[in-house]
């Protein structure tokens, strides 16, 4: 204790507000003991005999058990995802393709409150995320790739677009249903079937996606989803029967699944991690760029692949800069995620905890100097204080690798040239944000910046209409936008 009043004592403690509990109503989503798999429109028991068991990481209480799909289980999907495409899905006109789209569209808005509970207790992302975010994003991509349905022909003037066929899709905990619907929604839209294994942590969203197949009379086979681990995405990968796949999580796993893939012949699309620069200028409106800040990096507990990770602020209002944010990091509150006031959930899960613990230390050990604000962490479940660290050198862990928490490492510039230079000094290249009141100087960063995606004053912001993807070692392929349909399409 006495430690955090040292590091505190320089920052003037804003008025501090108590605030009531407000929490939403977990009854909202009724969990039930056991899920199987969701294969040809059904749900089945897992040919492996497996189960795992979904917990909480607020909680750490056991949710509920989902099936350990093995290589005869993925077979058995990635069959049921040929049946439906051979026998009508991808000869289905393509506005009667929409039509479904637009139906689970609607499901996803209409059931948004459960969804959005269900996603913060299995994943434990704030309420507020999860009703305000991701909820609406997930139904915004089915309307969007919709409307492409039955106008691909017009994306595509003068070239004849045709479905892959069966498309795995393997997608990360930070975003469960958003990822999923990223990937389901031009899949399906293009005309092809779809096989998708959630990862081990947060099943639960895609599990109640199986529910709203069912609900919006999907045709069997269309959608199959295979729940399990690691080694449940190795058979997925492998099996001979796929035309597609489409992976976001780490960038170790993407570099297996590229070597794994090599010389056969299915189109692969990788989105993988990043190490994104919020670069600030001291033109910058500083309040602004302090919530722009906070949201790049504390927003889903700094669980975000385009997480503005390293801030690069301008020499001359580096202090004034940290003086405001470190002020702002004692307003976030830290705690149930499903209380609506709650800005800073739990760690999704002990392993993941435990790799920002570890990389914080790095840090420490390295020589940069921590500053966490005085926080009280709820006694069960997977907790990290918002930290930010200073004096941090490049050649540092915690400038170079990804640490996929809520922990900033600040690093200073004084030319555009050394910022550019600086932001791009990483192996990723997803995301980056740049603050300042000059258009022309947005121009000049966006030019040089080695990024797939370029925030000006703002940051994390998100559209089905844009575009999101990497370049270097943050993978490569398009997801969003007109963009996100030509990794599910063939031309003749
Ligand atoms: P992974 O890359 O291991 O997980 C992503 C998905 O791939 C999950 O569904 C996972 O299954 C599955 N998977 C794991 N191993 C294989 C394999 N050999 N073949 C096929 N599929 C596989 O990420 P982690 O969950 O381990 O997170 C580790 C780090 O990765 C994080 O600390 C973060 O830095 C980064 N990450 C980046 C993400 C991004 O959006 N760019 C998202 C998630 C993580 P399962 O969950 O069951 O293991």
């Not at 796993?253 to 919020?278: C, H, P, Q, S, Y």
């Not at 270097?472 to 997801?479: A, D, L, M, V, Y």
Request: charged share 25%; net charge negative.
């Amino acid at each position: 204790m006495a430690q955090v009043e040292k590091r505190t004592a320089s920052v003037p403690a804003l008025l501090e507000w108590e605030y009531a509990p407000a929490p939403e109503a977990r009854d909202i989503v009724q969990i039930r003991e056991r899920y199987g798999l969701f294969v040809g429109g059904e749900e089945v028991e897992p040919r492996s005999g497996e189960w795992f068991e979904s917990i909480s990481p607020s909680t750490e209480e056991i949710l509920f058990e989902a099936a350990l799909a093995g290589a005869e289980d993925v077979e058995l999907a990635v069959s049921a995802a040929r049946g439906a495409f051979d026998n009508g899905w991808a000869k289905l006109a393509p506005a009667e393709r929409a039509k479904y789209l637009y139906r689970i569209a609607r499901i996803i808005q209409e059931r948004s409150r459960e969804l959005a509970v269900a996603e913060s207790l299995d994943g434990g992302k704030p309420i507020r995320e999860s009703r305000d975010v991701d909820l609406p994003l997930a139904a915004a991509h089915f309307f969007y790739y919709a409307g492409w349905a039955d106008k691909l022909e017009y994306a595509y003037p003068n070239r004849t677009p045709r479905p892959l066929g069966v498309a795995a899709q393997i997608i990360p905990w930070n975003f469960p249903l958003l990822m999923l619907s990223w990937k389901i929604a031009p899949a399906l839209a293009c005309g092809n079937t779809v096989v998708l294994k959630p990862a081990e942590t947060t099943p639960l969203t895609a599990l109640l996606f199986a529910d709203i197949c069912r609900q919006a009379e999907l045709p069997p086979g269309v959608v199959n989803i295979v729940t399990g681990d690691g080694t449940t995405g190795g058979h997925l990968v492998r099996h001979g029967g796929i035309d597609k796949l489409a992976f976001t999580g780490s960038t170790e796993v993407g570099k297996l699944i590229m070597r794994e893939l090599a010389g056969r012949d299915v189109r692969l699309t990788l989105e993988l991690g990043g190490k994104a620069a919020n670069i600030v200028f001291d033109d910058a409106a500083l309040d602004q760029a302090v919530e722009g800040i906070v949201n790049g990096i504390y927003f889903n507990q700094g669980h975000v692949c385009c997480a503005g990770s390293r801030l690069l602020v301008q020499e001359s209002i580096y202090e004034p800069l940290l003086e405001k944010l470190k002020r702002r990091l004692s307003t976030l509150r830290v705690g149930d995620p499903l209380d609506k006031n709650t800005d800073v959930g739990a760690i999704n899960s002990k392993a993941q905890l435990d790799r920002i613990t570890e990389l914080v230390a790095s840090g420490e050990a390295e020589g940069a100097e921590m500053y966490q604000p005085d926080c009280r962490l709820p006694e069960r479940g997977y907790w990290f204080v918002p930290t930010l660290f200073t004096n941090v050198a490049q050649s540092h862990r915690i400038a170079q690798e990804e640490i996929f928490g809520p922990v900033l490492s600040v690093l200073t510039f004084r030319t555009p040239e050394e910022a550019v230079e600086k932001a791009n000094n990483t192996p990723y290249g997803l995301s980056a944000g740049v603050w300042t009141e000059k258009g022309s100087r947005i121009l000049w960063m966006v030019e040089r910046l080695r990024a797939g995606v370029v925030w000006a004053n703002t940051f994390n912001r998100f559209d089905p209409t844009s575009p999101f993807g990497g370049y270097k070692e943050s993978g490569f392929g398009r997801e969003g936008g007109r963009h996100g349909l030509a990794p599910y399409l063939r031309f003749e």
